[in-house]
């Protein structure tokens, strides 16, 4: 019963801050004051579901710099984490499904997140370049969760390209991201919430300024992901 009591203030936490972050993606173009709330936000889920946050790596990044953060994906708590643990203003890319969800959905597309549509080729295309604008333009790193979908086992799928054809393209450094805990707090096809410490990693950058073909993004994607899997032993 505490479970689902808890689902439905997260869902009601969820509608008050998604209200305030349309406003604020309709008045402040900076998006400033978005990525303000979306940090209050990660943090409010978190703490309404009972759910400690362990993070490491800080120290591999650059407050200064902008970075492509690449991170696995297996459950709904993957995006309040990293929300909560990014240090810059990051935009994340998500898959245009979320979109669809009133209020929540409508303020990510206001804001400054990027949604993207894996099934249409030209459609994901424009959301790459459209994250390397936001990169060459505003110096602001953007996360991937590169399998595409959520893993219902928690086991890491295969990485699709987008993060390092975006790689290829604009020369900033990936961060592998790895995020172990949230699949057993709340599990994909699951809404029973469970008490849980969720790790979050952040590797060591790595250059992508050499990578100048499929067979190089590729290599490099093998790389991060093989990174992604042997943090997330360390945290397990």
Same mark, same amino acid.
């Given at each position: 019963?505490?479970?689902? /009591? ?5 869902? @009601? ?6 209200? /305030?972050?349309? @406003? ?9 004051? %978005? ?5 209050? /936000? ?5 703490? !309404? ?15 200064? +710099?902008? %970075? !492509? /953060?690449?991170?696995? #994906? ?19 890319? %998500? ?5 669809? !969800? ?25 959301? $790459? ?25 928690? +086991? ?8 390092? %054809? ?26 029973? @919430?469970?008490?849980?410490? $969720?790790?979050?990693?952040?590797? *060591? ?13 590729? *290599?490099?994607? *093998? ?5 992604? !899997? ?5 945290? #397990?």
């Amino acid at each position: 019963m505490i479970s689902y /009591f808890k689902l439905l203030l997260i869902v @009601i936490y969820t509608i008050i801050v998604s209200f /305030f972050a349309l @406003i604020a993606g309709i008045v402040d173009r900076s998006h400033n004051l %978005y990525f303000k709330l979306s940090r209050v /936000f990660g943090k409010g889920i978190l703490g !309404i579901a009972g759910v400690k946050l362990n993070i490491t790596g800080l120290e591999n990044i650059n407050k200064n +710099e902008a %970075y !492509i /953060f690449v991170s696995n #994906n297996s459950s709904q708590f993957d995006i309040p984490a990293v929300q909560a643990s990014v240090p810059q203003q990051t935009s994340i890319i %998500y898959k245009k499904e979320l979109a669809k !969800i009133p209020l929540f959905g409508w303020q990510m597309r206001l804001g400054p997140y990027i949604m993207i549509d894996r099934q249409k080729v030209d459609s994901a295309i424009k959301s $790459i370049e459209q994250a390397k604008k936001l990169m060459s333009e505003k110096g602001r790193s953007v996360l991937l969760f590169a399998e595409g979908t959520r893993s219902k086992t928690g +086991e890491v799928q295969q990485f699709k390209r987008g993060a390092f %054809y975006l790689a290829s393209r604009v020369g900033y450094p990936i961060v592998p991201v790895s995020l172990s805990g949230t699949d057993k707090i709340l599990p994909k096809g699951k809404f029973k @919430i469970k008490k849980g410490t $969720i790790n979050i990693h952040f590797a *060591e950058p790595i250059t992508t300024g050499n990578v100048t073909n499929r067979k190089e993004e590729v *290599e490099l994607m *093998e790389k991060v992901r093989n990174i992604v !899997i042997q943090n997330l032993k360390k945290g #397990n």
